[in-house]
């Protein structure tokens, strides 16, 4: 495990996934590299004690995690852009508490973005981007958020060690 | 509360036996920060928090103020006001300690501020996208005068039935031909929640749909966080034949000449009738200035 | 209904005496100034931070001015900033007994023990100027060698009723363990008066019987962070009352008592024994639709704790001229309606 991180960084980090949550779609910078924001992000955000799964090649994590199955996680981190499965047994909450429905970062890495047009909370209008998700991870993710207000909420960290998030509000068509 | 955090910031710096970075122990900021990340995928809905113990009294800002020490960064130019006014003593209060235990700068002009906590009002400058603004609520349930019943109010909020609110609304009408919410009038946020914007008057709650900014919500005495994500439809509850209205002044402010500013009164010695100012006095000072 | 105990031996004189021994003359009081003079008010304090530490809480006291709540205040934002070790637990049959009273029996196995009270010692006024360094003149006090030391350990007085199936079990009421830690902490006068009102009769009429009570220092265990050994870390004074509600409550076709446990840090006993009444109440009253407040749960856990009191009543002190003016502004227009 390497050295915990200054404080104040942790408030950056925070800020930045503060900022994605309130504008999807939209990267916004954390650390220099993928491996550096990742670690920012889960050690500013959630505990040692937080019920992680895990999925993917297996990313490096800044705590001994207390590994759970997918269905007791609060947190599943993914190594990579698909989770092979373990998203859609993640928690989706329940109509008297929606915030139980699990947060999944991806470690994203390299590779072809889907290309697709975002609208919902956060956005004016609407948003053509690109998400670095596996087109059927995608496919599972409208699944699981399709009974509102349960769901879950997404956090990608790209190459560039930038965040991007995809709330359960935001509806995502594909684009050409 | 300054000079007791004087004395509390004299036994040492941070890391010592003094307090830590933005007060708030580790823990509790990774608690409130996991709250908003969720709060903010579920607009309107309020969610609970193990509200911590603050050196401010419960009622007085505690839940705004563990929301703007978990999420503000060294960078950050923090504005606080309170009814609109950066002078007043618990605003200057709640200011000192979030830049004295984050480094971060102060200001009071609301175009430099990235970090706005407020009690009351939501300052009249547009504010742009990426600022934070930080709302303490006394109520968080707009459903409260519903029923004073959490295990109830929070049924109806799961259930969506806003049928006692709605019918609280018609009464209104039946009775008074018009809504008897002052300030507080509950708000129906995309998504369907209904959720009570904090005090602001009627004149801000109409500046809430679509803002750019976002808008977090604490309550610390209910412990319960909530909030709304920019460009989000935030609409009052209303009948179509019976439009929201907000308040109308009779006057423009005295200092400013402003007509489409929230006013209050001020002064009215000697029998002399109160004149109408800006309760925003920061807006007001800046119009004076531009206008010299 | 009420039973009363017997002076033996001028122990009530004795109580007194222990009561007041120590009383110093007020001057610029410094903390352990502060326990001497004021011990209970500071046990109010320790009681209602829920942080046993005297010292800091008669230090916060003297920097409120003796506003016990604003003391609180101090007392809880100080220890939420410390480090917090893991949890530790007590057993109240641990507890060393300092006063043990039983109202529903005369004469319980181990005996009655009035440890320093001023329970039974008249309300007179003392204007002498003179510090009570000594007992008040009138006082026979008992040579000390008369005195009983108390035993190690009491069998619990319910016992003797449970084994013979007068106490019904305890029904698994959702939120019960949950409003027992609220009333450990919960505001004193806030929690006397509510008790007091289902006492009076605004409850579902319930005769309760104080039990025990008893009040002595609780030891506390923890794990030691290297060997994994449960250690000794210290004692913290503590106040237990067992109530229990005899009456067939209307609809409620169990007539065995009814128990509840109430408990304190310190020794302001009537935190205890309005904690177990109106825990007694509320398991009662569970299933009622709508309690009266000293039998809801739900409304007790809201009202009762007087930092969220304190401070939101005390928050109409802040500005509100933008609100009001909003409220003022309704109020012309339904002006303008009535004139017009």
């Known amino acids: 495990m390497t050295a915990p991180a200054a404080v104040p960084d942790l408030h950056r980090a925070y800020r930045a996934v503060l900022v994605a949550v309130s504008y999807p779609g939209r990267p916004v910078p954390v650390a220099a590299t993928a491996g550096a924001a990742l670690r920012l992000v889960l050690l500013s955000t959630w505990d040692p004690g937080t019920p992680l799964a895990l999925a993917g090649a297996a990313p490096e994590l800044p705590w001994e995690a207390v590994l759970v199955p997918a269905a007791e996680a609060e947190l599943l981190v993914v190594g990579g852009r698909c989770s092979g499965g373990a998203l859609a047994g993640l928690p989706r909450g329940d109509e008297d508490r929606p915030e139980i429905g699990a947060t999944a970062v991806y470690s994203a890495g390299r590779g072809a973005d889907l290309r697709v047009r975002l609208r919902g909370p956060g956005i004016a209008g609407h948003l053509d981007t690109t998400l670095p998700l596996d087109p059927d991870e995608l496919a599972v993710r409208d699944q699981a958020c399709a009974d509102w207000p349960r769901g879950v909420d997404l956090l990608a960290v790209d190459d560039r060690g930038r965040i991007t998030a995809l709330p359960r509000t935001t509806r995502v068509e594909p684009r050409r | ?292 | 209904m009420y039973t009363t105990i017997l002076d033996q031996s001028g122990a009530v004189a004795a109580a007194a005496r222990l009561a007041r021994e120590g009383a110093i003359a007020p001057a610029t009081a410094g903390e352990d100034d502060l326990c001497r003079l004021l011990p209970l008010l500071v046990d109010q304090v320790t009681a209602e931070a829920g942080v046993f530490e005297p010292r800091v809480c008669a230090r916060a006291l003297r920097e409120a001015r003796g506003d016990a709540a604003r003391a609180v205040s101090l007392v809880r934002a100080w220890a939420a900033t410390l480090p917090r070790l893991p949890e530790c637990r007590v057993d109240a049959r641990a507890m060393r007994p300092l006063r043990r009273i039983t109202p529903a029996f005369a004469d319980p196995p181990g005996g009655q023990y009035l440890g320093a009270t001023l329970d039974y010692a008249q309300r007179l006024l003392d204007l002498d100027d003179a510090p009570a360094t000594g007992p008040p003149p009138g006082d026979a006090v008992p040579a000390p060698a008369a005195a009983r030391p108390l035993p190690a350990a009491f069998p619990r007085a319910l016992g003797g009723l449970e084994e013979r199936g007068l106490v019904a079990e305890p029904e698994a009421i959702a939120g019960r363990t949950g409003l027992r830690h609220r009333l450990c902490r919960a505001e004193t006068g806030a929690m006397t008066a509510l008790a007091y009102s289902g006492i009076r009769g605004y409850g579902q009429r319930s005769d309760p019987t104080l039990v025990e009570l008893r009040q002595g220092m609780l030891p506390l265990r923890v794990a030691h962070p290297d060997s994994g050994e449960a250690v000794h870390a210290g004692e913290v004074a503590a106040t237990l009352a067992e109530v229990v509600l005899y009456r067939v409550h209307d609809g409620h076709a169990d007539p065995r008592l009814s128990l509840g446990v109430g408990a304190t840090c310190g020794r302001v006993e009537r935190r205890a024994i309005s904690a177990a009444l109106l825990d007694a109440n509320c398991a009662r009253a569970a299933h009622d639709a709508s309690p009266p407040p000293c039998d809801d749960r739900e409304f007790l856990s809201v009202v009762l704790d007087g930092q969220e009191a304190a401070g939101f009543v005390e928050h109409l002190k802040l500005p509100h001229h933008v609100t009001f003016t909003s409220d003022l502004e309704r109020l012309g227009a339904l002006g303008e309606e009535v004139d017009g």
């Not at chain 2, 309107?44 to 705004?64: D, K, L």
């Not at chain 2, 102060?106 to 600022?131: K, N, S, Y």
């Not at chain 2, 019943?149 to 031909?177: F, Q």
């Not at chain 2, 929640?193 to 808008?215: E, K, N, Q, T, W």
Request: aromatic share 6%; proline share 7%; hydrophobic share 35%.
């Open chain 2, 1 to 292: 509360m300054s000079a007791a955090l004087d004395g509390l910031l004299a036994g040492g710096a941070a890391g010592r036996r003094g307090y830590n970075h933005a007060y708030l122990d580790e823990a509790a900021k990774r608690e409130v920060r996991r709250t908003l990340l969720k709060a903010l995928c579920l607009p309107g809905h309020q969610i609970p928090f193990a509200s911590r113990e603050m050196p401010v009294a419960r009622g007085w800002g505690s839940g705004g103020l563990q929301i703007t020490l978990a999420t503000v960064v060294p960078e950050d130019t923090v504005k606080v006001i309170d009814q609109g006014d950066d002078e007043s003593l618990n605003a200057l209060g709640i200011r000192d300690l979030v830049t004295r235990t984050t480094g971060a700068a102060a200001t009071t002009e609301t175009p430099a501020a990235t970090l706005i906590q407020t009690r009351h009002r939501i300052p009249e400058d547009g504010l742009a996208e990426g600022v934070v603004l930080v709302f303490q609520v006394p109520i968080a349930d707009p459903l409260r005068i519903v029923d004073a019943r959490p295990s109830v109010t929070r049924r109806m909020h799961a259930e969506g039935d806003y049928a006692g609110v709605w019918l609280y609304l018609y009464e209104d009408m039946v009775h008074h031909d018009h809504a008897s919410f002052t300030h507080s009038h509950p708000v129906e946020v995309e998504g369907g929640y209904v959720m009570s914007p904090s005090p602001i008057p009627r004149h801000d709650v109409a500046r809430l749909d679509g803002a750019p900014h976002i808008s977090l919500f604490g309550a610390g005495r209910e412990a319960t966080l909530y909030a709304v994500p920019p460009y989000t439809r935030v609409r009052p509850l209303a009948f179509e034949d019976r439009p929201f209205e907000t308040e109308r002044f009779g006057g423009p402010c005295v200092r400013c000449g402003s007509t489409g500013s929230f006013l209050v009164e001020s002064g009215g010695e000697d029998g002399a009738p109160p004149r109408l100012v800006c309760s925003d006095t920061d807006w007001c000072r800046r119009r004076r200035e531009r206008a010299r």
